[in-house]
C-alpha cells in the first residue's frame, strides 16, 4: 500500500489562542484609532497637512525598518526552535530586541524634540492624535519586549525545543501584532496629505 | 525540515525585503511631497499589502483554514476602507 501525506488543514494560529483574542481586541483599539484620526482629519485638513509636515519622516523610516527587521528576526526565531535550535532561536530573539530598542531610542528622540519645542496634548487636534496615537503603540512596544525577553530567558534554559515552542509562537503573535500595527500608522500619520 | 526557498533564498527573506522596499517607496513619497488622493490610496494600498503580508506569512494565517484565517484581513479591511473613503471625500 502506498503511503499518502495528507495535509490536514490547520484551524489554530500559531502560539496560545489567549494571545489571540488579546490581539483582536488591540486591533479593535488601534482600528478605531485610525479611523478617527481619518475622519477629524476631514475637519481639518489644512491644520493636519500643516503639522505632518512638521514631524521627522526620516526617523519614522528607520522605525519602520526596525520594526519590521524586528518582525523577521522574530520569525527567524521561530523556525530555529522548530528546528530544535534553542541558541539560533537566542540569537534570533536578542536580535530582534535590538531592534525594538532601536526603535524606542529614535522614538524617545523625537518625543524630547516635540517636548523642547513646548508641544504637548492640547497644542492642537493633530498633535492630539499623534502624540496619543504613536505613545499608545510606544507602550505596545515595550510591552512586546518584555514578552520576548521573557521567551529569550526561557529559551536560553531550554524550555523550549523543537515539539514544545507555544510560547515562543505567542510571543511572536504579539510581536507580529505591534509591528502590523506601525505599518498603517506610519502612512497615515507621517505621510498620507 | 525543508525551507521553502526562492532562487535559493528563504520566502520569509524575500516577504522582508519586499516590505523594506514598500517602505522606501511610501518614504520617498512623503519627501517628494506627493499628496491628494491617488498619492494617498497609493500609499495605503503598500501598508495594506505589507499589513497582508505579514499576517500571511510572518504570523503565519495563510495555512490556517477556518474562522482564524481571517480577522487578520478583516481588520486591514475595515480600517484601511474607513482611512480610504475619509480621504477620497477630502480630495
Redesign the interface.
Same mark, same amino acid.
Not at chain 1, 9 to 14: C, K, N
Given at each position: 500500500m502506498q503511503a499518502q501525506a495528507v495535509a490536514e488543514?490547520? !484551524?489554530?494560529?500559531?502560539g496560545d489562542l489567549a494571545i489571540?483574542v488579546f490581539i483582536?481586541a488591540e486591533?479593535?483599539a488601534?482600528?478605531a484609532f485610525?479611523?478617527a484620526y481619518?475622519?477629524t %482629519?476631514?475637519q481639518h485638513?489644512e491644520l493636519f497637512?500643516h503639522f505632518q509636515a512638521t514631524l521627522d %519622516?526620516d526617523a519614522?523610516?528607520i522605525n519602520?525598518?526596525a520594526l519590521?527587521?524586528s518582525?523577521?528576526f522574530?520569525? !527567524?526565531a521561530v523556525?530555529s526552535i %522548530?528546528?530544535n535550535n534553542s541558541q539560533g532561536c537566542v540569537r534570533w530573539l536578542m536580535a530582534a530586541l535590538v531592534m525594538g530598542a532601536l526603535f524606542l531610542i529614535v522614538k524617545a528622540q523625537e518625543y524630547a524634540h516635540h517636548i523642547d519645542e513646548g508641544i504637548r496634548l492640547s497644542t492642537n487636534t493633530f498633535y492630539m492624535f499623534y502624540l496619543s496615537l504613536t505613545f499608545f503603540h510606544f507602550m505596545h512596544v515595550i510591552m512586546g519586549m518584555v514578552i520576548l525577553a521573557a521567551v529569550a530567558v526561557k529559551a536560553k534554559r531550554g524550555g523550549y525545543s523543537a515539539t514544545e515552542h507555544t510560547g515562543v509562537e505567542t510571543g511572536a503573535?504579539y510581536w507580529?501584532m505591534v509591528?502590523?500595527v506601525w505599518?498603517?500608522l506610519?502612512?497615515?500619520v507621517?505621510?498620507?496629505? | 525540515m525543508k525551507k521553502r526557498t526562492i532562487l535559493g533564498v528563504r520566502a520569509c527573506t524575500w516577504v522582508w525585503l519586499i516590505m523594506m522596499g514598500l517602505t522606501l517607496v511610501t518614504y520617498l513619497i512623503g519627501q517628494l511631497g506627493l499628496g491628494g488622493i491617488s498619492a494617498s490610496l497609493t500609499v495605503l494600498a503598500f501598508a495594506l499589502i505589507k499589513g497582508q503580508m505579514l499576517g500571511d506569512y510572518f504570523m503565519g494565517l495563510k495555512r490556517i483554514s477556518g474562522f482564524w484565517r481571517w480577522p487578520v484581513v478583516i481588520w486591514l479591511f475595515l480600517p484601511g476602507g474607513l482611512i480610504s473613503v475619509a480621504f477620497t471625500l477630502v480630495g
Open positions: 488543514p490547520i !484551524r489554530y494560529p500559531p489571540w483582536l486591533l479593535a488601534f482600528g485610525f479611523g481619518a475622519f %482629519r476631514m485638513v497637512n %519622516r519614522a523610516l519602520t525598518f519590521i527587521t518582525s523577521y522574530v520569525v !527567524r523556525a %522548530r528546528d503573535s507580529h509591528d502590523l505599518l498603517i506610519f502612512p497615515l507621517y505621510v498620507m496629505k | -
